[in-house]
Every structure is written in C-alpha cells, then in structure tokens.
C-alpha cells in the first residue's frame, strides 16, 4: 500500500475510533438523563398536580418563543467555532469565540426587555391560566427569562467543548445538570412557600451553577475561551448574517413547537398542556437517544467539509442518518407498543391525550430531528443557508397556521401532530434537493444508502414485534419481552436488509476480535 494511501487510511481510522469514542460517553450520558429526567418529571407531576404542571410548560413556552431569535445565533456560533477550528486558524478562532460572547449579552439585553414589557402583558391578559394561580404564573416568567439569559450565555462555552469533540467533559456536566434537576424536585415537595414559585427559583439557581462550571472548564482546557473585548466587523456580519438566514428556519420551528402549545392553551386549556409537556419530556428520552450519535459525528461532518474532504463528508451524512433511522427503532417501536403500561408505571395517573401525543410525536421527529439531523449539518458546514432556509421555512412554517385553522373548525387536540408530520414529509425532501445543489450529494444516493433500507427494515421489526401484544396482556413482564423481542428483531433485520456487504464485514470482524481478545 502506498505511503500517502496508508495515511489516508490511517487518518480515517483515528477518526472513527474518535467518532465510536465520544458515541460511547454521550449514550452512558444519554442512559442517565433519560432515566433521571423521566423520574423527575414523575416527582414533579405529582409534587405540582396536573394543573400547575401546565402552567410551568405553557408559561415556559412564553419564553421559549424567544429561540426565535436566538436559535439562529446559537446554530451560528456553534458552526463558526467547529468550522475554524477544523481549519487551525487559532487567532480566527478567539475573534469568533469573544465575537460569540459579545452577541449573546447584547441579545441577552434584549430578550429580557422585551419579555419584561411583552412577556407580562401577554401573560396576564391572554393566557387561558386561572386567576388564584396568576401570581405563580408571573414568578416563573421571571425565573424563565433568568434560565434563558443564562442558557444563552453558556452557548459559546458549550460549542467549544463540543467542537473539541470532549464529550467526556460534556457528559459529565450533564450528568450534574440533570442530578441537581431532580434535588429540586425533591426540594419543593419541602418547601413551606408556593411550590410552582418555589420551582422556578431552584431551577434559575441551578442554572446558575452549571452556566459557571461550564465557563471554568472551557477556561481552563482551551486557549480560545478567554474572553477579551474584541471589534471585528468582518466576523460580526459574516455570523450575523449566517443568523440572519438561519433565522427563518428557526421561526418556523419554534412557532411549530411552542406557538401550537399556545395554541391548546388558548382552545383546550392547561390540561392539555399538562399531556403535552409529559409527551415532550417522553419523547425527548427517544431524541436524546439518537442525538447521542449524531452529536458525536457532526464535528466530523463540519470538520471535513473545511478541510475540503467530500467523499468522506457524503459518507459521514448517509452513514449518520441510517444508523440515526435504526437507532430511533430501537427505542421507538418497544416504547410505543407499551406506552399506555409505561405511562402508568411511570406517572401512576398520566393526563388525557397524553399517550396518544406521544405516539404521534414520534412520526414528527422521524422526519424532522433523526432523518434530518446530518442534512443541516452538511448545509450549516457549508455556511450558505439562505436557499435551504427560505425554502424550509415556507414548507414548515405552514403547521402553525394550518393548525390555528384547524383548532378553530374545531378539530380535536391531537390533530396538530398529523399535520405535522405531512408537512415534514415535504420538507425532508426539499432538504435533500438544497443537499444535492449545495455539496454535491446527489439525492438518488441518499434514498439509495438510508430510506431505501430503513423503510422495510422498519415495517418488519414492527410487525415481528406486534407478536407479543396478541399472546400476552399488558403488565411489566410484556414490557421486557417486548423490548427483547423488538431488539433482537431489529438487529437480526438491520444485518440482513440495513447493512451492505462492507458494513455487514465489519461488524464481523469486531465480534471476532472481541471474541479473540477474550480468549
């Protein structure tokens, strides 16, 4: 083998082992948040009672629709930073990172004036909350605008740590983040105050503890993340105006998301928020699942397309999108088998509506979150967004309105999450058209590498897996042999059908050498 080919190979090596690595800390990351954030939200449930507990998540929707504006500028930062530091440029790399740091308070600024003067009149003269709970509700206004600012803050610091591909450090912080989260659910069942007042106040303190501690380690550990008072007008606009376009995108999604839970708010009341907000926390177990991989290839993806790697870029994005695909089955297929039993082990009395919106979510975030994931990453590498942006923007920007209208004929609750997932189906194929134009990925190969497997492999582990529900009633013992059943099902299907013959070479060689290393 050549010199030159033999590095080559080397280099692809070194970074699929750093790739399998990060994979391994952020799913041993990802076990311990779905667990501890699934028993939090139980504590929290029954601690604040159905009602209060919509008042958190609709009150809280307030302010998340202010990722509106900020969501642009994090995805903007989080490009910038990985993109530079695949280049090497260091010098290039402080500007962006301070140029980072400056944008978020100016934002911060404005977040919080707006929501003072905005936010409370929204609060206290549209919303559909009862009135002994209006002054509850005004603390946790408070509380999220200080969470939020907070959260902004810490996004530069964040971006480094995952652009270092330190996903050690990362999940251990998270670990932390979501351990102190549930001492606070257990600290209100103490409280002798309000108890939804007293909850806000926690989590603004907690926030506030790990917005430090991910500033001291990203000090410590890279020379970049020290902030000095920097003027570069040439970063600021090429970022801003990076944001500028990325804005459009994120408007849709937070309006798709947050704008809808208003939305039920104002036709059905905090109820329904109540089985909206425990379908978001179960359906962000199955998320967090599947970003665990991506979070740990996306680096990659950026980093290649900066040092001018296509081929190497393609693979990575068809290659993260159908393990993503058969990743989502495995938790996807037991879960929603089961959900009815897992609700009421998990919540003992889970609100109306709640099951079945978490079932339908997850057609949503089949095709907007894990088949989708590697496509904006390949696109916001790229660094030119506004074709990919004002298209998906005019496509998914249409499940708010086309929901309000809905709700207002008077269709029932869960129509949002049909209409959601139709409209999706659109957008992921006018995702792989920007693709094709933009880094050269024809679409035929990604129908090819991952729908054209994922499809069959999904409907067959399903239908194996609907055995058990025929032969056996619904009780814990179901719960576990429908799980196993589910996996070994969709491990024997994905080697026979997802895999290629390179793929399925492979996997046999690291069972023989686990097997060789053990003996």
């Not at 980072?100 to 206290?124: A, D, P, R, Y």
């Not at 409280?191 to 990203?218: C, H, K, N, T, W």
């Not at 993503?324 to 089955?329: Q, Y």
């Amino acid at each position: 083998m050549p010199f030159y080919t033999k590095r080559i190979v080397n280099q692809t090596s070194n970074k699929n082992q750093r790739i399998a690595k990060n994979t391994i800390l952020l799913y041993f990351r990802m076990l311990f948040l779905m667990v501890v954030s699934l028993f939090t939200s139980r504590v929290i449930l029954n601690t604040l009672g159905v009602e209060d507990f919509g008042i958190y998540n609709v009150v809280g929707g307030i302010v998340a629709m202010f990722t509106i504006v900020s969501g642009s500028l994090t995805s903007a930062i989080s490009r910038f930073i990985t993109f530079e530091l695949g280049k090497g440029d260091i010098d290039k790399l402080r500007t962006i990172f301070s140029t980072s740091v400056n944008i978020q308070l100016g934002l911060s600024f404005i977040i919080v004036l707006i929501g003072e003067i905005g936010g409370i009149w929204f609060l206290n003269s549209q919303m559909n909350i009862p009135p002994e709970r209006m002054e509850a509700a005004n603390y946790i206004l408070q509380c999220s605008l200080g969470i939020f600012v907070l959260n902004l803050l810490s996004v530069p610091y964040n971006s480094a740590i995952i652009a270092h591909e330190k996903m050690g450090a990362y999940a251990y912080i998270s670990i932390l983040d979501i351990s102190l989260k549930l001492a606070v659910a257990y600290a209100i069942m103490l409280s002798p105050y309000d108890r939804l007042s007293s909850y806000g106040v926690l989590l603004l303190l907690e926030a506030l503890i790990i917005r430090f501690i991910y500033g001291i380690y990203s000090k410590r550990n890279f020379e970049e993340c020290s902030y000095h008072l920097v003027r570069d007008k040439a970063v600021l606009k090429e970022m801003v105006s990076f944001a500028g376009w990325n804005f459009l995108g994120v408007t849709a999604g937070t309006l798709n998301t947050q704008g809808v839970n208003i939305l039920m708010n104002l036709y059905f009341g905090v109820a329904v928020n109540a089985a909206r907000g425990i379908a978001v926390q179960a359906s962000a177990a199955i998320t967090q699942f599947v970003q665990s991989f991506t979070t740990a290839v996306n680096p990659q993806i950026t980093k290649s397309y900066a040092a001018g790697d296509m081929a190497y870029m393609h693979s990575l994005v068809c290659r993260s999108s159908k393990f993503s695909a058969f990743l989502f089955l495995l938790m996807a297929i037991p879960l929603t088998i089961e959900t009815p039993k897992i609700f009421e082990l998990w919540l003992k009395n889970p609100p109306e509506y709640a099951v079945l919106f978490f079932r339908l979510s997850l057609l949503g975030i089949l095709m907007d979150n894990v088949l989708a994931n590697s496509l904006m990453t390949a696109i916001f590498a790229s660094g030119d967004i506004k074709k990919y942006q004002v298209y998906v923007t005019l496509w998914g920007g249409l499940v708010f309105p086309i929901t309000w209208v809905a709700y207002k004929l008077g269709a029932t609750p869960e129509s949002t999450y049909i209409i959601y997932f139709f409209i999706y189906c659109i957008v992921l194929y006018v995702r792989l058209r920007v693709v094709q134009q933009k880094i050269n990925l024809p679409m035929i190969q990604y129908l090819k590498i991952v729908l054209a497997r994922f499809i069959p492999v999904a409907i067959l582990s399903i239908l194996i897996s609907l055995v058990v529900p025929f032969i056996m009633p619904p009780s814990i013992l179901r719960i576990l042999v429908t799980t196993l059943i589910s996996c070994i099902a969709i491990g024997l299907v994905v080697y026979l059908i997802g895999l290629t013959t390179e793929e399925r070479r492979m996997v046999i060689e690291k069972v023989r050498k686990i097997v060789i290393d053990k003996r």
